[in-house]
């Protein structure tokens, strides 16, 4: 499928996420500095959805148990969930934030 548009450039101030829809597959397209990262946006503990929790740097903690995971790498920081998330490549354009399905 390659790079879709997820977000507009203003969209996410650093600091902030949101969930969205790409192909039917819910993400969470997050902004840490400046910098995009993606990643599936349902904890592979219970299935909570990660858009809801909150973003402290690069740690993305579920809202449900408290499981956090790092946003760079898809890894687990806390239990707990013991499996790591599933990240995608993300590129930013003139005009958006792209992110990449397979």
Known sequence: M???KAAE???LSPGQMKMVSI???EIVLCNVDGKYYAADNFCPHMGAPLSEG???GTDLWCPFHGASFDVTTGDVL???AYENLTCFPVRVTDEAVEIEIQ
Do not use: C, N, W
Request: glycine share 14%; no cysteine; net charge negative.
């Open 2 to 4: 390659g790079y879709v």
């Open 54 to 56: 909150e973003l402290d």
């Open 9 to 11: 450039l203003d969209e």
């Open 23 to 25: 192909s039917g597959k």
């Open 78 to 80: 806390s239990p707990p």
